[in-house]
């Protein structure tokens, strides 16, 4: 494979961006190899400066569905550019939107328009405190709610209670109301409320871990956590951001039939724009300014092309809801073929990661024994046979509605030849 000119361009993208990238895990630092610059990309393919073509699994980290350059989406797109790019004010396509997003998440009683996943999350957050006048949020290790300062926290101490920032930048105070609680283990759960349960506003959970490589919820976990909540009066908040409109047109909500206070979403809601939502129960939602004192702003949200891409994604979901099922099988052949080949593998609907670990992957410790190494050659191995995954063991595969039987087939054939 030649990839003489992702090099170049990479070598003078150093000199501009740290790392030469806008977000971290582009740098492709944990597989050891060159990003590639891609130049364009349709259907289920994307294709680099070089040339070369690949079947894409990453699709953005999951927004594509449609897979890339879906007709509908980018006419509604193209349609909206030419009334305006962007309005600050109000606009009908905003009703809309919010109405589609209500429809499929009724729980999601009121709701905010946002430009990122960070955004929703950080405005759910301080939504929940403003709502129950308390500070103290419990979240998840491996669990990733974007980078608002809160929220990045890890349990290197192992003492769950102590939350060290794991970014520099982040001052202790910062974290000090983020307690950490370890995904699917209940008591962990149950001992955070027993010691500040009065404090706590807000529990955050990914409903089916994917940030951490895909974990699913053990059976009863997310019931436990529904049921906590409503004890101790916190607000329950799913963030759904990538399995939003993923694991079934209403998201990991409808799929296991849990409802939270608070969701919120990103990545398809935007349809490949910069677009997110956040909201929930009336009540909580009510705080907002300007009705209520917890304010929330922002220039760009609601952005008309963002809201008209959302919009032509979200029906086009609706009007093929055989897509669900058929990202069922597709990913479930690949998931037999890692399994051929001796890979651990989690799957949740079309979220799937393949660990290099021993055992079973249940949580962030089990998650974190995976063999990296490995995974980089696995990594490697797949884009050298035109198969674009991404560049961490830590991340899921997407499949989309563009992949089609000759691309499983192939896909599935070179996984089974790894050794
Ligand atoms: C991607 C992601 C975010 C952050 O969204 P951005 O748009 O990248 O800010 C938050 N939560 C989850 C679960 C995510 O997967």
């Known amino acids: 494979m030649i990839t003489e000119k992702s090099k170049e361009l990479y070598s003078k993208a150093l000199g501009f961006m740290p790392g030469g990238v806008n977000s971290p895990v582009r740098a492709y630092g944990s597989v050891g190899r060159t990003p590639l610059f891609i130049e364009s990309a349709k259907g289920s393919k994307i294709y680099d400066e070089d040339g070369n073509e690949f079947i894409d699994y990453v699709c953005s980290w999951g927004p594509n569905i449609l897979g890339h350059c879906d007709p509908a989406v980018i006419s509604a797109v193209t349609e909206a550019c030419g009334r305006g790019l962007t309005f600050g004010a109000c606009h009908k396509g905003e009703i809309r939107l919010a109405q589609l997003i209500q429809k499929h998440f009724p729980s999601m009683e009121m709701l905010r328009l946002v430009n990122s996943g960070t955004e929703a999350v950080m405005s759910a957050i301080r939504a ?11 979240k998840f290790e491996g669990c990733y709610h974007g980078h608002s300062d809160g929220l990045l926290v890890s349990a290197g101490s192992g003492l769950l209670t102590n939350s060290i920032p794991s970014s520099a930048g982040v001052p202790v105070g910062y974290t000090e109301t983020t307690l950490l609680a370890k995904y699917n283990d209940e008591s962990s759960v149950e001992r955070l409320f027993d010691s500040d349960g009065g404090q706590i506003a807000a529990v955050i959970a990914e409903p089916c871990a994917a940030n951490m490589g895909v974990v699913p919820p053990k059976k009863g976990f997310l019931e436990f956590l529904r049921k906590i909540t409503e004890q101790y009066g916190a607000v329950l908040i799913f963030d759904e951001v990538i399995t939003g409109f993923r694991l079934s047109i209403g998201g990991a909500q409808k799929f296991y039939g849990i409802t939270p206070d608070l969701t919120t979403l990103g990545k398809i809601v935007g349809g490949g724009m910069p677009l997110a939502a956040y909201g929930g129960k009336r009540e909580i939602m009510e705080c907002v300014a300007p009705l ?3 304010y929330q702003a922002g220039t760009l949200s609601g952005n008309p092309a963002a809201v008209a891409a959302g919009i032509a994604t979200i029906e086009q979901l609706e009007a093929r ?5 058929e990202l ?6 690949i998931e037999r073929a890692m399994r051929s080949a001796g890979l651990n593998v ?3 609907g079309s979220l799937l990661t393949a660990f290099f670990t021993d055992g079973n992957v249940t949580d962030y410790d089990t998650a974190k024994s995976a063999d990296t190494k490995k995974y980089a050659e696995y990594f490697g191995y797949l884009l050298e046979n035109g198969i674009y ?9 997407f499949v989309s509605a563009a992949h089609s039987a000759e691309d499983i087939k192939h896909t599935c054939g070179v996984i089974e030849n790894f050794r």
């Not at 809801?321 to 099922?325: L, N, T, W």
């Not at 069922?328 to 052949?333: F, L, N, P």
């Not at 991404?390 to 595969?397: D, G, I, T, V, Y």
């Open 128 to 138: 929940a405190r403003g709502y129950t006048g308390r500070d103290k949020i419990v």
């Open 292 to 294: 209520g004192s917890v």
């Open 321 to 325: 809801p055989e897509i669900y099922d």
């Open 328 to 333: 069922d099988k597709k990913s479930a052949e």
């Open 346 to 348: 989690n799957r949740c």
């Open 389 to 397: 995954t991404a560049p961490s063991q830590f991340e899921a595969m």
